[in-house]
């Protein structure tokens, strides 16, 4: 059984982009930016825009993601009625694993509370 998210778990259309851009709370640190906009939705949903221009190397872009699909799965029960869109800054292709997780779980915990 596939542990991923799933479809309700994602921002699927440009619109549901849009609106995250365009009404969200936001919290920027050297590795990622991360809007929020409160929903009416039981469920967090994950929208990921994860530049080439910032992160040049696809499988950097891909670990990212990983990671930061991985911590929105784990934390997604704490995060209902958001939908987020997770950005990275050049930074974040010479972050390790470990400071990758805690600037993602920090920002959950900035924009939640």
């Known amino acids: ?39 009416t939705p039981p469920n967090a949903r ?3 825009a994860i530049a080439k ?13 990983r990671i930061v699909r991985e911590s929105f799965r784990r934390k997604k029960n704490k995060l209902f ?9 050049k930074d974040a292709a010479l972050a390790t694993k470990q400071m990758l997780q805690q600037s993602i779980e920090a920002h959950w915990k900035k924009l939640t509370t």
């Open 1 to 39: 059984m596939s542990q991923g998210l799933s479809k309700k778990d994602k921002l699927n259309t440009a619109s549901e982009y849009s609106t995250v851009f365009s009404k969200a709370k936001r919290s920027t640190d050297r590795l990622f930016t991360v809007l929020a906009k409160q929903t």
């Open 46 to 48: 994950l929208g990921l």
């Open 53 to 65: 221009k910032s992160v040049k190397k696809a499988s950097q872009r891909n670990n990212i993601k």
């Open 81 to 89: 009625d958001y939908d987020f869109v997770v950005m990275c800054r």
